[in-house]
């Protein structure tokens, strides 16, 4: 079946260091996305990718980076210099419609814990 | 300013009553409507879309939502709901704008709780 792949679902990491979330999707969708929750805040775009070799900064970026060196795949770090990492992460794609909006298919999330 | 606003962060209702979550919308243009659910721990699912036509639109596990443009909203309704249901449910405003203005902007979530 189709769909996003999120690894790993739990993660936790020290202050100070960098850590990777994964992202794959074999739906063959070529926008891919970033997103963070936290409990009452909804979901916060972090950054985003419409085509393979290019990104965009969403509305929270600061302290985060991404690659899109496949179209499969859009890895997150979440690198020391974000403050405030606890949170779940949520990745996901779309292809746009005839109408052309942008229908997102998420992936199950990724839970990162500072310790 | 485009936003999403849900009114009520926490609904409480009876197995097998009615439901009715709300949803109003700032847009600049022709919007895109979404409801999505998510269960704790999990990602979002799509549960309708509204893009143009019938503003009454059908989707899911027996939802139904409604576009309504004078008033900028798009509540989503149950007409019984089951323990099942109890989840988060977010709705979100997107458009046919290239690049960023193109996004979903989601709205903060309504928590549903199911009593027996």
């Known amino acids: 079946d189709g769909g996003i792949t999120q690894s790993p679902k739990y993660l936790f990491r020290k202050e100070g260091q960098n850590v990777t979330l994964s992202c794959e999707q074999n739906l063959n969708h070529d926008a891919m996305y970033w997103y963070r929750q936290d409990p009452g805040q909804g979901l916060r775009l972090i950054y985003y990718?419409?085509?393979?070799?290019?990104?965009q900064k969403g509305d929270i970026a600061e302290g985060y980076s991404v690659s899109r060196e496949k179209k499969e795949s859009f890895p997150l770090t979440v690198t020391s210099a974000q403050k405030n990492p606890t949170a779940f992460y949520l990745c996901?794609?779309?292809?746009?419609?005839?109408?052309?909006?942008?229908?997102?298919?998420f992936g199950a999330g990724s839970r990162l814990t500072v310790l | 300013a485009q936003s999403v606003t849900q009114p009520d962060i926490h609904i409480t209702v009876s197995e097998g009553a009615s439901l009715e979550l709300r949803c109003n919308y700032s847009?600049?243009?022709?919007?895109?409507l979404f409801w999505y659910v998510q269960s704790p721990g999990q990602g979002l699912q799509l549960l309708l879309k509204y893009f143009s036509g019938d503003t009454l639109v059908q989707g899911i596990k027996g939802f139904e939502a409604e576009f309504k443009r004078s008033q900028s909203s798009f509540n989503l309704r149950k007409p019984s709901v089951h323990w099942s249901d109890a989840a988060e449910y977010f709705c979100?405003?997107?458009?046919?704008?290239?690049?960023?203005?193109?996004?979903?902007?989601f709205g903060k979530g309504t928590k549903l709780s199911v009593k027996p």
């Open positions: 847009y600049g243009a022709t919007p895109y």
């Open positions: 996901a794609s779309s292809t746009p419609s005839p109408s052309g909006a942008n229908v997102l298919t």
């Open positions: 990718s419409q085509i393979v070799n290019d990104f």
């Open positions: 979100a405003v997107g458009g046919n704008y290239g690049g960023s203005q193109g996004n979903l902007i």
